[in-house]
C-alpha cells in the first residue's frame, strides 16, 4: 500500500475544524476520506493523535496526515451477500458460512468476507492491518457462525484489546465422532506449529508451545458421535479442532485431525461458532450475539436424532 505524508503549519486567522482546514489544503482528497484517516489514527495534531474530525486547529498549530492510496492495496471490493446479525456505526457482526476465508492471504486472494466487506461498506478499509482491515479475530474457514469486524479505529483498539485479555466468552458447537472421557472436561495442551505441515498444527511437548486451554460441555449422546458444546478459554490456531482430537473425539469431517474419511456424509467441519459475548465501544456490560445451526449440519443432526429416536 503507498503512503504519502503532509505537514502543515496552521496560518489560518480563525479556529477551524480539523477535517475542514486538511481538505481546503488536499482540494484531492475528499473530506469524507479525511476523516477515515482520522478515524485509523493517521492525523496528529501538535504531535497528539487527533480522535475527533471536529477538532479545532489554530494559528501556530501543526498538522500532520499519513494518506493512503486505497486503489493500490490489493484489497478488491467483491458484491458477496452478507449475513448480518448486527451492526451500529462500530460494528457489524455476521453469521460466517462454512467455506469461506475471513480475509485474503496465500491460497485465497478473493472470495473472501473482508472481499465482501469492502463492497458493503468501503470505509472499512482504513481501519485495523492494512492487508486485514476491520478484522479483530477469525475463524478456520470450514467453521461458520459469529464473527465481529469493527468499523472505526476506536472500536477496533477497543475489541483488539478485549479480544488480548481473554474478556469476549465463545461458545462453540462440536459433533465429534466417538464420545469424551467424560461428559464436562478441561483440556489444556500447549499448541505448537506443526514441524512437518506448515500450514497445520500441533500439539506440543511439555515446556513447548503456547498454552492453549479449552472447555467442553455434553449436550447430546448418540451411538457413535457426541454433541459439544466447547468454550475456548484461549483463542490458538487450530485450538478445538486440535483439542478435541487429542482426547480422541476429533470434530466430524475434519480430515486434517480427525478421520480421512468423514463417518458422517457431509463435505465440512461440523464445527459452529454458536454464540460471541463482547463489550461494544463504549459499553459497560457485554452483549450476546448468536448464530442458527447452518441448514446443512442441522439436517445432520436431525438425521441422527431420526435414527436413534430421540
Known amino acids: 500500500m503507498r503512503k504519502e505524508d503532509h505537514r502543515f503549519q496552521v496560518e489560518s486567522s480563525n479556529e477551524v475544524r480539523v477535517d475542514k482546514y486538511l481538505s481546503e489544503q488536499l482540494p484531492d482528497i475528499s473530506r ?38 486505497e486503489s493500490v492495496d490489493g484489497l478488491l471490493p467483491e458484491n458477496i451477500p452478507l449475513d448480518i446479525i448486527y451492526e451500529d456505526e462500530n460494528v457489524i457482526v455476521l453469521n460466517k458460512p462454512s467455506g469461506m476465508v475471513v480475509h485474503p492471504g496465500a491460497g485465497n486472494p478473493s472470495g473472501t468476507l473482508v472481499n465482501a466487506l469492502l ?21 478456520d474457514k470450514e467453521t461458520s457462525g459469529v464473527l465481529i469486524f469493527a468499523k472505526t479505529h476506536k472500536a477496533y483498539q477497543w475489541l483488539v484489546s478485549q479480544f488480548k485479555s481473554r474478556e469476549p ?29 506448515r500450514t497445520q498444527m500441533a500439539v506440543g511437548l511439555q ?9 467442553y460441555f455434553q449436550l447430546e449422546k448418540f451411538k457413535d458421535h457426541t454433541l459439544l ?16 482430537s487429542y482426547i480422541g473425539v476429533p470434530v466430524v469431517g475434519d480430515t486434517v485431525y480427525g478421520h480421512r474419511n468423514p463417518s458422517l456424509p457431509m ?11 463482547i463489550k461494544l465501544f463504549g459499553d459497560r456490560v457485554p452483549r450476546t450475539f448468536e448464530a442458527s445451526l447452518p441448514r446443512n449440519l442441522a439436517v445432520i443432526l436431525k438425521s441422527l436424532r431420526e435414527t436413534e429416536g430421540k
Open 119 to 139: 463492497s458493503y461498506y468501503p470505509a472499512i478499509r482504513t481501519v485495523g492491518e492494512e492487508d486485514r482491515p476491520g478484522v479483530v479475530h477469525r475463524l
Open 229 to 244: 458444546e466447547v468454550h475456548p478459554i484461549t483463542g490458538r490456531t487450530h485450538q478445538i479442532r486440535l483439542h478435541l
Open 169 to 197: 466468552q465463545k461458545t462453540y458447537h462440536a459433533l465429534v465422532d466417538g464420545h469424551p472421557p467424560t461428559t464436562t472436561g478441561r483440556i489444556e495442551a500447549p499448541i505448537v506449529r506443526d514441524p512437518k505441515v
Open 32 to 69: 469524507s476520506r479525511i476523516q477515515r484517516m482520522i478515524e485509523r489514527g493517521g492525523v496528529t495534531l501538535n504531535s497528539e493523535v487527533v480522535t475527533k474530525a471536529g477538532e479545532k486547529v489554530k494559528p501556530g498549530d501543526s498538522l500532520f496526515i499519513t494518506i493512503i492510496d
Open 267 to 277: 463435505d465440512s467441519l461440523f464445527l459452529h461458532a454458536k454464540s460471541l459475548s
Open 207 to 215: 515446556g513447548t508451545g503456547k498454552s492453549a486451554v479449552s472447555e
